[in-house]
């Protein structure tokens, strides 16, 4: 029998990714892929259940509430979801490996280039969430804390990643404001997965990040995006996040990933090359129907 992996939040942009590429990636596993209706992870009684139905051997745990408006309009629930439910799955799989996967919004964007060991410091409610959960899981020493970049993509709901934020905004006549100051190492799913995949199965435990290897500001990842699709042309403007009014932002959130590209067989790419490399074989990056891996 095939060894089972389990995936959390399958519906989310990168859970259903990882479901999706899991016969290229990994072809001797059985991998199963769980939604929230399929099982409620705040529930410990129903978790208890879907664990003894599985049996998993290697888990990677994606779900969570990850909106960073949502999480600070209801606190209490971001820590149920991203905290609480982290800490029963991880004490579920204590016997197995297991990989978190966490965010670069652990960070206060005052450095930049962000390597595993430096000091967290969360600005939001999502961050300070994610901190937490990573402090529970990482109790395990054989468990794992993947801290992933922004993630562009077509998520099976379409209404996942900032790709499809920016692309609901503009065909309501919105105008968002991208800050030329603020930065990112953004990442396409397809490559984010491939590296989740390598990584998960041989089993190293600790903290790792994953973006793509290009700092690159909010402003320049809108340009380029409209490069792609014409219907963001003229729908987005620059701006600065001084002048921003609402919920701190962190400036610089960009991470280096030389810890995670150590491990990995291909390198992890810049978005500004996988756009070009993706135009140009005839495979369609951001259908989700199709092969989405780079």
Known sequence: MKPVALI???A??????LVRSASRWVPDWEVRGLTRTEV??????QMQRCWERHRPDLVIHCAALSRTGLCEQDPARARLINVEATRSLADLAR??????LSTDQVFD???GHYVETDAVHPLNVYGQTKVEAEQAVLENPAHAVVRIALTAGTSPTRDRSFVEDMLRAAAKGMT?????????????????VRALWEFA??????VYHVGGHERLSRWEI????????????GSIRPGSVADYQGPPRPPDLSMRSDKMQALLSFRLPGFRQWLTDGSSDGVDPWDYSSEVIR
């Not at 989310?12 to 990714?17: C, R, T, V």
């Not at 409620?40 to 009684?45: N, S, V």
């Not at 016997?95 to 978190?100: G, M, T």
């Not at 199965?201 to 600790?206: A, K």
């Open 222 to 233: 809108g340009e380029l995006l409209a490069a792609r699709f014409p219907e963001l042309r």
């Open 176 to 192: 968002p404001t991208l800050f030329t100051d603020e930065f990112r190492c953004p990442m396409p799913a397809g490559a984010l």
């Open 95 to 100: 016997d197995v490996p297991f990989a978190f």
């Open 12 to 17: 989310g942009l990168i859970g259903g990714y």
């Open 8 to 10: 959390t939040g399958a």
């Open 109 to 111: 964007g005052a450095k």
């Open 40 to 45: 409620d992870l705040t529930d410990r009684a």
């Open 201 to 206: 199965v041989q089993r190293r435990p600790g």
